[in-house]
């Protein structure tokens, strides 16, 4: 049960009071990691105040944290957890893999396979060839259209993200690839068609996730990216789909979804069926430049683009667990999650928003439309403090209750995730409402 508190900072003092207590291994495991690694921390994502959970294993739908606690996992690795964390396809296949042999310097038995399975989904992706994270996915796609049409802009969109190196969350992140950028406005389809056609003779391609994740679930208006797409086509630009995150969203993706065939896709996470993995394809006329038997073929090596974990457990996930009418599912699941956290906002007159698509969701502390960053900042920049702690209060409230979510409230659902596991979620979401919806209503007035 949760207290009750007079204000927002005397209910964070409390719920982070209780979280110290209850978490000493955590505790200990975050202070000693310091000494090695900046904050104690390798991953800017996984870091929350005053310390992240570690957790020891999986199983299921659930984790176990090294304190002994049980979670309903709606993080998922941050979408990249399709399958859940015992699937016995995808161990069956990895320990086969091991037990062969695993840096076989050579071709292996699985990367066509894999390779065709990914195609037959996304036919879009004519040709396609791995690597090993969504942002190397990207940076290969950008490269490979900077050279095809040798011209040297990128166009993006504000509050994107597409890995580490090519992030514009707030301004472009100091660790971003130093491209020429055209940066334009998501959901503005005008104003994205007039950016792009004032420089277009200079534009080599536009990157554009088909729901912006990071920047919080925000889906794409009716005729935004159709629109980016004719853009594109008239001025010989090559349209990449950032799909890392989108494309667990239909069995096709989200182009599948929306009937929209980009020039590149880019695609990571899950297709590896939790092995470390990046894939970007597209038009054959622009990878088969990458055929290392033309003359004059672009380069692309990668000593683990072929890694026979990646390989043979993404072969064995697509082929074996993740079928239309699972990936269906999982998605309707999402949906009617997304459905029950609006109801539950709408019940209790809070300004909060649900977005998201599928089998991916948002809430966000946020009153007004929600179509991009600058629509974001409007109402959020003014209530900044008050709306960094409601999520930290959203977040270690439901910690308390079992259930594992993330600080920026995006989550997804996997596989394994039951009706249960939602019901659960919803419940635990209506006592956060019922226990702090006035002082939610008074922080944010
Ligand atoms: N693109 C999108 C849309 C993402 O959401 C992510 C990761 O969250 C990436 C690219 C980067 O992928 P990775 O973390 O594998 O480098």
Request: aromatic content about 6%.
């Amino acid at each position: 049960m949760l207290r009750r508190n007079q204000d927002l900072p005397s209910a964070l003092q409390d719920a982070e009071e209780a979280y110290v207590r209850a978490n000493p291994e955590s505790l200990r495991l975050a202070e000693v990691a310091r000494s090695t690694m900046p904050g104690g921390n390798t991953r800017t994502t996984l870091h929350y105040s005053p310390f992240p959970l570690a957790m020891r294993s999986g199983r299921g739908g659930t984790l176990t944290d090294v304190d002994g606690h049980s979670y309903v996992d709606f993080v998922n690795e941050h979408t990249a957890g399709v399958f859940g964390h015992s699937n016995p396809i995808i161990q069956e296949a990895l320990r086969t893999a091991v037990a062969d042999g695993i840096v076989l310097g050579a071709p292996n038995i699985y990367e066509h396979a894999l390779a065709a399975e990914i195609q037959r989904r996304f036919d879009s992706m004519e040709r396609l060839r791995f690597c090993n994270s969504g942002t190397e996915a990207n940076l290969l796609a950008i490269s490979t259209a900077r050279a095809a049409t040798g011209r040297p802009k990128v166009m993006a969109f504000e509050g994107a993200y597409h890995g580490s190196l090519l992030y514009f969350g707030h301004g472009a992140s100091r660790l971003n690839m130093p491209f020429p950028m055209v940066m334009s406005v998501f959901n503005d389809a005008d104003r994205a068609v007039a950016d792009l056609t004032a420089e277009a003779g200079e534009i080599a391609c536009l990157i554009v996730e088909p729901m912006q994740g990071a920047a919080g679930g925000l889906q794409p208006l009716p005729g935004f990216l159709e629109a980016l797409r004719d853009a594109c086509t008239r001025h010989g630009i090559v349209l990449i789909f950032d799909e890392v995150m989108t494309s667990r969203l239909g069995f096709s993706g989200m182009q599948g979804r929306l009937g929209i065939r980009p020039d590149m896709t880019t695609l990571g996470k899950y297709v590896g069926g939790g092995m470390t993995i990046g894939a970007f394809g597209g038009r054959a006329d622009l990878m088969e430049r990458l055929d290392p038997s033309r003359p004059g073929a672009i380069p692309h090596g990668g000593t683990f683009n072929n890694n026979v974990l990646a390989m043979a457990a993404g072969l064995a996930a697509l082929t074996r667990v993740l079928d239309e009418r699972a990936s269906a599912r999982m998605n309707e699941l999402g949906d009617r999650l997304r459905q029950g956290l609006a109801d539950a906002v709408a019940r209790h007159d809070v300004p909060m928003i649900a977005t998201g698509v599928g089998s991916i969701f948002g809430l966000h502390f946020h009153q007004g439309p929600l179509r991009n960053e600058a629509d974001a900042d409007a109402y959020e920049k003014p209530r900044a403090v008050a709306i960094m702690g409601l999520k930290k209060l959203f977040q270690l409230d439901l910690l308390a209750r079992g259930q594992y979510v993330t600080r920026r409230i995006l989550g997804n659902t996997s596989l394994e995730t039951t009706e249960a596991d939602i019901d659960g979620l919803m419940a635990a979401f209506e006592e956060f409402l019922e226990v702090r919806g006035e002082l939610i209503r008074t922080a944010l007035h």
